[in-house]
């Protein structure tokens, strides 16, 4: 069946298909006062039963008629011969009344209670018209209050699953909001309390040269044991606000996600994984658990989906988180907060997500992601900018801690780090901003010009969008805040030194949304004639440059990004196309007139 049956479905067939049958070997019975064949008078009757039961169940709109003509024409033609046989018609008056809907109720009624009975009156003289309307009439009210009851049931059901639906979405909410409270809360505990005891730590070493004596020196020694002890102590309670999940294993999160949604929603989620597990980043745990999150909410919320098959696929060069639910859906073109929050996710991370739909058809949400390695023979060169002392040497005594990272040198400003850069080359540049004499927005931009190859990461304490989309504009890789945890600090540096570009998750929203405003004012024309693809004007300006022959690299250079975004942006544009290479995508582009003017490849 083409439609999922309830109790009142399996009521309306057994009462139709019982008075079908009695009325059939009624008919047999007398079958030698009729003037047509039995055998066309029990196919008129099996018509009568299986045409209006079929047309209700693949299209309503033929219902009425095929039962008020084929059943009410069988009626009127026993009762011309025997004229109690309008009884017959009350069941039929039921089915109609029952079925009837909205509108259909000014035409169904007075065919069903006044003109049905008037025919037979004329059919049959002996008939009695009021007995008849007022019998029929009975049982079309008795329909219509059997339709208001699964009417109500249908409505109970719906609110039941809403409810279902939205109180899963509100313990996401409330999970998300502890999460991000935890988060703050770990942040604000590393931000103060941690810095300062690293600032001790650091400030009581330095002292170590000055105190000769023994007694100092023993003094020295149980105030750094001291202060050490104390920091452990903050690392460890910053631990155990994290959130729960990120504390697991990335399958054993996913999966677990995926059992909760599946308990208190209600619905059929069955989970694989497909390889051998292996350890990811922080932030690349985070982007999956809030795809399968946002996937999950949107698959029952919007779609109305009963299954969701979910699958992680651990690929030698990529991690695949794949969500398929059997829904209704979506519209193409609709993209909401929560499916654009998973793209900048990836994104930031060198990924890519990736929804297909069709109306009825279900969808299918693809997010993939890099996989990050361990760096095991190879030894990145850091210079580490930083205007005070004390953060310079905490930077330097953690990340020498990694047995990859080798920190070349440090710089009070800008103008040092130029220099260090033309002496000892490094390889990738910790870049503080506020900082005398050159700051690291202008320092940054004077080491890309001078050597491209130098990756720069700017770390800093200000949540500053304006500073932070001036810092992208100028060249460098990736843009975090001093509050992230070694650990994370060190996966990030090994991301940015292979190629990828980084934000910090808490700045990225608002980033490309100043990033969006500001090209909308500059360029409002392209806007207009890439609506219809919604393109944003930095992809439309990439696809510009593509389409004169530049290679990313160039465009890169041109628009002070690094190679990562510029394909990020590039693959986006391709997906919004539905091309797969950048040939096809000038072509689509110049016949749907989005580019300025052919340009030669």
Same mark, same amino acid.
């Given at each position: ?13 057994? !009462? ?49 008629? =095929? ?17 109690? %046989? ?17 509108? =259909? ?14 025919? /037979? ?50 313990? @996401? !909410? ?17 931000? =103060? ?46 631990? @155990? ?119 009825? +058809? ?11 390695? +361990? ?35 440090? %710089?009070?400003?800008?103008? @040092? ?22 700051? #690291? ?12 190859? !130098? ?11 304006? @500073? ?30 292979? #190629? ?26 392209? /806007? ?12 439309? +300006? !990439? ?34 196309? #539905? ?5 096809? %995508? ?16």
């Amino acid at each position: 069946m083409v439609k999922q049956w309830y109790w009142y479905d399996w009521l309306m067939f057994i !009462i139709r298909l019982i008075s079908s049958i009695s009325l059939a070997f009624t008919t047999i019975g007398l079958q030698q006062y009729f003037t047509l064949p039995i055998v066309v008078l029990v196919l008129w009757q099996l018509i009568a039963f299986s045409v209006p039961w079929l047309c209700l169940q693949l299209d309503y709109k033929y219902y009425l008629f =095929t039962e008020i003509v084929i059943s009410g024409g069988l009626c009127l033609y026993l009762a011309s011969f025997f004229p109690q %046989a309008y009884l017959a018609f009350l069941l039929y008056a039921f089915f109609i009344a029952a079925h009837s809907a909205h509108r =259909t109720y000014l035409c169904s009624g007075p065919v069903t209670i006044l003109l049905v009975p008037a025919i /037979i009156k004329q059919l049959a003289e002996q008939s009695e018209y009021l007995v008849m309307a007022v019998h029929i009439g009975m049982a079309y009210i008795f329909g219509f209050s059997f339709h208001l009851l699964v009417l109500n049931h249908r409505q109970g059901e719906t609110i039941r699953e809403q409810n279902v639906v939205l109180e899963q979405y509100l313990s @996401q !909410i409330e999970r998300i909001t502890l999460a991000e409270e935890r988060s703050r809360l770990s942040k604000e505990l590393h931000d =103060t309390v941690g810095h300062a005891y690293t600032s001790l730590i650091m400030g009581l070493e330095t002292l170590r040269p000055q105190m000769a004596t023994d007694t100092g020196t023993e003094s020295l020694d149980s105030l750094l044991n001291l202060a050490r002890q104390n920091m452990e102590e903050v690392r460890g309670y910053v631990h @155990q606000i994290e959130s729960p999940h990120e504390t697991l294993p990335l399958l054993q999160s996913l999966r677990k996600l995926a059992e909760e949604f599946q308990e208190h929603a209600k619905v059929s989620v069955t989970f694989h994984s497909y390889g051998e597990e292996y350890p990811v980043m922080k932030q690349a745990k985070t982007a999956l658990y809030r795809c399968l999150q946002e996937s999950l909410t949107n698959a029952v919320r919007h779609g109305h989906s009963t299954e969701i098959k979910v699958s992680v696929q651990f690929e030698p060069q990529q991690t695949r988180l794949e969500i398929q639910d059997n829904g209704r859906g979506m519209e193409h073109g609709r993209e909401g907060f929560g499916l654009s929050a998973m793209k900048e996710r990836a994104m930031i991370l060198q990924g890519h997500v990736a929804v297909y739909t069709e109306q009825g +058809e279900g969808t299918l949400v693809t997010c993939t992601l890099p996989r990050q390695t +361990e760096l095991k023979d190879e030894v990145i060169r850091l210079l580490v900018v930083d205007d005070h002392p004390v953060i310079r040497e905490s930077l330097r005594t953690l990340l020498e801690e990694q047995q990859d990272f080798q920190v070349v040198g440090t %710089a009070e400003d800008g103008e @040092q780090a130029i220099e260090l850069c033309r002496q000892v080359r490094p390889q990738l540049v910790l870049m503080d901003v506020e900082m005398p004499n050159v700051d #690291g927005i202008s320092a940054s931009r004077t080491i890309k010009e001078s050597w491209p190859h !130098i990756r720069i990461l700017i770390l800093t304490t200000f949540e500053d969008t304006k @500073q932070a989309l001036e810092a992208m504009r100028s060249g460098v890789d990736g843009y975090l805040l001093k509050s992230m945890q070694p650990l994370e600090l060190a996966e990030t540096i090994r991301t940015v030194h292979r #190629g990828g570009t980084l934000i910090d998750q808490g700045m990225s929203h608002k980033l490309f949304a100043q990033l969006e405003a500001d090209n909308s004012r500059d360029d409002p024309s392209s /806007i207009k004639a890439s609506s219809a693809y919604d393109l944003t004007p930095r992809e439309l +300006e !990439i696809l510009q440059f593509v389409s004169e022959g530049l290679r990313y690299k160039s465009i890169a250079s041109k628009l002070y990004l690094s190679d990562g975004t510029v394909r990020n942006y590039a693959s986006s544009v391709y997906m919004k196309l #539905g091309v797969r290479n950048r040939e096809e %995508a000038v072509q689509k582009a110049r016949e749907a007139g989005l580019l300025e003017k052919p340009q030669v490849m």
